[in-house]
């Protein structure tokens, strides 16, 4: 029910839960329950847009081919003008039109043939290639995991501040948050081009650490010319958008092993935002 890569935000423990409730590996349901809960939602899902795609491009196929059609047409019609007034050269001209004219209704029959295959095709079946079994963590309360819970409040309103102004920068937004992509919006600038791919952290309060996960990290490296950070303060009380960070990569992140995931320090009391790491003493070394 979910895309497969839900599951690289998926944290290891250490020690292995000594007790795992029962569950079946070869469940003969499981495939039956996929088949009407995921393939066939997702198959109404897509079957109207496929069906909207496939009219534009057979629309389009149908309107080529006829204006092409016509136009050898009107030039096979000169031919045979002048062949009926006794030019002999006409003949030889004539036929090779035909054959061209022949040549088109080939292709766009042929053409309409595939569109016509295309609409017929389905997805027949789904087969379950693994199991995965996903536990409350077991240290999910100590110090180093709370603050990696996600405040279903403080994100919503971080999510609703970065839209609000991109909306007003005058850009398309798409929300990507259910896909776990390693970010949470898309950005398009529909006169200039620009594409963010836009990562946003709320903080309930005026400042605090936030956290990458191994995935938004990964994509943060990957992507740098297109990944944006947004960091959204105040939550708990009115949302303010710090200024938009581009290629937070550059950043010391501190990579926390236990459970895997990188931090850094927002210092957001100041108009403008800021980002510490840690200093070195004199004379010491990382």
């Not at 890569?5 to 007790?19: S, W």
Request: hydrophobic share 35%.
């Amino acid at each position: 029910m979910r895309d497969p890569a839900y599951l690289l935000d998926l944290i290891v423990p250490e020690k292995q839960p000594q007790l795992l409730p029962d569950v079946p590996t070869d469940e003969p349901r499981t495939p039956t329950f996929l088949f009407e809960k995921a393939l066939q939602p997702f198959l109404t899902e897509v079957a109207s847009e496929r069906e909207h795609e496939l009219d534009l491009i057979e629309r389009s196929v149908r309107t080529c081919f006829e204006e092409l059609i016509s136009k050898r047409n009107d030039v096979l019609a000169k031919h045979l003008l002048a062949q009926d007034r006794g030019d002999s050269t006409a003949i030889g001209l004539a036929e090779m039109e035909g054959q061209k004219i022949q040549d088109l209704v080939r292709r766009r029959d042929l053409r309409l043939g595939e569109l016509s295959r295309q609409r017929s095709l389905s997805l027949q079946g789904v087969e379950r290639i693994g199991l995965a079994l996903a536990l409350p963590h077991p240290e999910r309360n100590s110090p180093s995991t709370t603050n990696l819970k996600t405040d279903r409040e403080t994100e919503r309103k971080a999510i609703a501040a970065v839209i609000a102004h991109e909306q007003a920068r005058g850009c398309k937004i798409e929300d990507v948050q259910e896909q776990n992509l390693g970010f949470d919006l898309r950005s398009l600038h529909p006169v200039t081009g620009e594409l963010r791919l836009v990562e946003v952290k709320g903080i309930g309060a005026a400042t605090g650490t936030i956290f990458l996960s191994p995935n938004e990290k990964r994509v943060a490296e990957d992507r740098r010319d297109l990944y944006w950070l947004y960091i959204v303060t105040h939550c708990d009380t009115e949302a303010r958008l710090q200024d938009p960070i581009k290629d937070p990569a550059r950043f010391a992140w501190h990579e926390v092993k236990k459970v895997e995931h990188y931090r850094l320090e927002v210092n957001a009391l100041t108009a403008t935002l800021e980002l510490r790491e840690n200093p070195t003493p004199y004379g010491g070394q990382r």
